[in-house]
């Protein structure tokens, strides 16, 4: 049991899991703006609303949710440190 637990801390396998998770979050927020792209457009065409309205609602639904994840991202990795 000793055995399995060392191997499992070690620290190439800490940093690999650390590269992972970071780019499971960079994927996740690289979706969120995809999506919120093209419901933006769709919309735009459902509503018939001129570019500049879109790009305001665009910044706003895009800016809030990134301003709050990386907020915590920011927060989480003071704390841990």
């Not at 509503?47 to 927060?75: K, R, S, T």
């Amino acid at each position: 049991m000793d055995r399995l637990r060392s191997l499992l801390n070690q620290p190439a396998r800490a940093a690999a899991a650390a590269d992972l998770a970071g780019g499971s979050a960079s994927r996740a927020v690289g979706l969120l703006l995809l999506i919120l792209g093209i419901a933006a457009y769709f919309l735009r065409a459902a509503l018939n609303l001129p570019w500049p309205w879109l790009f305001v609602g665009f910044v706003i639904l895009v800016g809030v949710p990134l301003g709050l994840y990386f907020g915590v991202v920011y927060i989480g990795r003071e704390v841990a440190t």
